[in-house]
């Protein structure tokens, strides 16, 4: 049973209780990000090029155009001062921190960019908010995951039903960005499943990290 703190505000429904079990996973999803990095660091592996080639030949003009441009940084951040503007009118600021929190994740995935260094597919020769042209893992990808996670955080933490509807469109929407950005020639498979994981094991510190903690919902 979930019991509301002193202010009368519930902690955040479906969040681990403590650091414990989170930093197990955070250290098994990034530990694949890293195995990903050491297999990709020469020629792509044949599954990767495999795959490439089918979306360059299937994927929408409009889906990749559209992968390219809601994943942006600019765009991304649009929203996320949108949603710092709608926590700061909130009962509490915490869920502001939330938020920033989000944003850095931009961090360690140029981090992992800058450690790898994976070139990008012949199609795709994107030059990066911060200037990074690797291609691994997806930035864009990264983003949505957040965002999306985000997003269910502060606004759908309420019933289990709203909850995973929520989850679902905005793993969907992740999913389009991801299939867009391999469509587009931008990124290869393993660069957008590295984003996907990158993502997940972020949003486990947030979640992990607000615990029990009151996130400025309305009453």
């Given at each position: 049973m979930i019991?509301?703190d ?7 429904a ?14 098994i ?24 080639a ?26 996320y ?24 994740v ?12 994976r ?9 990066e ?5 690797a ?9 949505l ?8 955080l ?7 039903r709203?909850r ?19 469509g587009?020639?931008?990124?290869w ?7 996907i994981?990158?993502?997940v094991?972020w ?9 029990g903690?009151r ?5």
């Open positions: 019991e509301a002193a202010d009368g505000a519930a902690p955040i479906g969040a681990p209780t403590g650091w414990g079990d989170a930093a197990i996973a955070i250290g999803l990034m530990g694949v990000v890293l195995g990903l990095g050491w297999l990709v660091r020469g020629a792509p592996p044949s599954f990767d090029v495999a795959i490439s089918v979306l360059l030949r299937t994927c929408p003009g409009w889906l990749s155009t559209s992968a390219e441009f809601v994943g942006s940084l600019p765009v991304v951040i649009a929203i001062v949108a949603l710092g503007a709608i926590t700061v009118m909130r009962p509490t600021g915490r869920s502001l921190l939330v938020v920033v929190a989000a944003l850095a931009e961090v360690p995935v140029e981090v992992l960019k800058v450690v790898f260094d070139a990008r597919p012949l199609a795709g020769q994107e030059i908010a911060f200037g990074s042209t291609s691994f893992p997806s930035g864009h990808v990264v983003r995951v957040v965002l999306g996670g985000l997003i269910v502060l606004f759908f933490s309420g019933s289990n709203s995973l509807a929520a989850t679902a469109v905005a793993g969907i929407v992740a999913g389009l960005v991801a299939v867009g950005r391999i587009a020639g931008a990124h498979p393993t660069d957008v499943l590295a984003g994981l990158v993502g094991a949003l486990i510190a947030i979640t992990s990290w607000t615990a903690v996130v400025g919902r309305p009453h």
